[in-house]
């Protein structure tokens, strides 16, 4: 694969001096920055999360955006090839920050869409629980899963974009050739219109959804059950430890039941095998499909779901703010075994 012109958008050793990147990037950051001390000041436990979440969020992505990137490689591969030598390819083509290519998207996206998922997210889960006053467990988990997805939803129409700009960008840019974001975004309206920047979506949201859904909820409803079981004063002892095991229960439950789909969702993103019906896909494929890159997405599902709850669980008490709810002896006395 041959290197394309660097945009002066895109995070590289080159471009760190470039003054129209440090200025964008710079603009960005500080607005971004006194949003964060904002929320952090706010009077709303609501902003405070979102603060927090959105914080969460970025420090995820800039962790995990090289397995990322190599997990969606290994997806769009058309031989089945394993994360070291796709890093080894991704070395030898690239350099050392070939692992980082396409990063600002990442940023851009992740900060903003972060702070709307969980801003949406608490306020709904919160003004749901008030109206419905849940009387048991299943009733907890479906306020959880309807506040997520539909947050979801919305969230990701600021985020998809620059998704499918990154994944055209670091896995078919020899077919692309985006020079960056803002020259891949140009491509596409000028070519497909603006709908085009949601190509492949319902399939983005639908495996996003289900994943971090599913994440969520068995994080929030496991949870639950520990306060139940322990009460809450000692689960406040031990919540550090709750959180890690929510976490990697959640992360490989939803690495191994979504990855089929996701090779799916990176094909439509990517515009491979466009012609193909899903059906014909997994025709074709076979069991090939549900354990291309399988290793990799469980070790990134159960890596970010651990990084993530926990820097929401500390971001949280730097924010005065948490994302599990105040819940009082008499509700856990009523939920079940």
Not at 18 to 44: A, Q, R
């Amino acid at each position: 694969m041959k290197q394309t012109a660097r945009s002066p958008l895109m995070f590289t050793r080159r471009n760190l001096m470039c003054p129209k990147f440090l200025s964008i990037c710079g603009l960005f950051s500080l607005s971004y920055l006194l949003l964060i001390t904002k929320s952090c000041k706010s009077e709303s436990e609501i902003l405070r999360v979102a603060g927090a979440g959105s914080l969460s969020f970025l420090i995820c992505e800039l962790a995990f955006y090289p397995m990322d990137a190599l997990n969606l490689q290994q997806k769009l591969n058309v031989n089945k090839i394993s994360m070291p030598q796709m890093l080894r390819i991704v070395y030898k083509n690239f350099g050392p920050y070939g692992i980082y290519r396409g990063f600002s998207t990442s940023y851009y996206s992740s900060t903003t869409a972060g702070y709307a998922f969980f801003a949406m997210y608490k306020g709904i889960k919160v003004k749901l629980k008030e109206v419905i006053k849940p009387k048991n467990q299943a009733q907890c988990s479906a306020i959880y899963m309807f506040s997520s997805a539909f947050s979801e939803m919305m969230s990701m129409l600021i985020y998809y974009p620059y998704e499918i700009i990154k994944v055209r960008y670091v896995a078919k840019n020899d077919s692309y050739k985006y020079k960056g974001i803002t020259d891949g975004f140009r491509n596409i309206v000028k070519e497909q219109g603006v709908l085009g920047l949601y190509k492949g979506y319902s399939y983005f949201l639908t495996n996003y959804i289900l994943s971090y859904n599913l994440q969520l909820v068995i994080y929030e409803t496991y949870m639950d059950l520990k306060k139940k079981r322990w009460g809450l004063q000692e689960f406040k002892k031990n919540e550090n430890r709750y959180v890690i095991e929510a976490a990697l229960l959640g992360g490989a439950l939803s690495g191994i039941v979504m990855n089929s789909f996701e090779c799916v969702m990176y094909m439509r993103m990517a515009e491979q095998d466009a012609s193909k019906s899903m059906r014909r896909i997994y025709a074709e494929q076979g069991a090939k499909l549900f354990t291309k890159g399988l290793g990799t997405r469980i070790a990134m599902t159960q890596g970010y779901g651990l990084l993530q709850f926990n820097t929401l669980f500390y971001l949280g008490k730097a924010f005065d703010c948490d994302l599990l709810d105040e819940t009082d002896d008499e509700f856990l006395e009523s939920l079940p075994e």
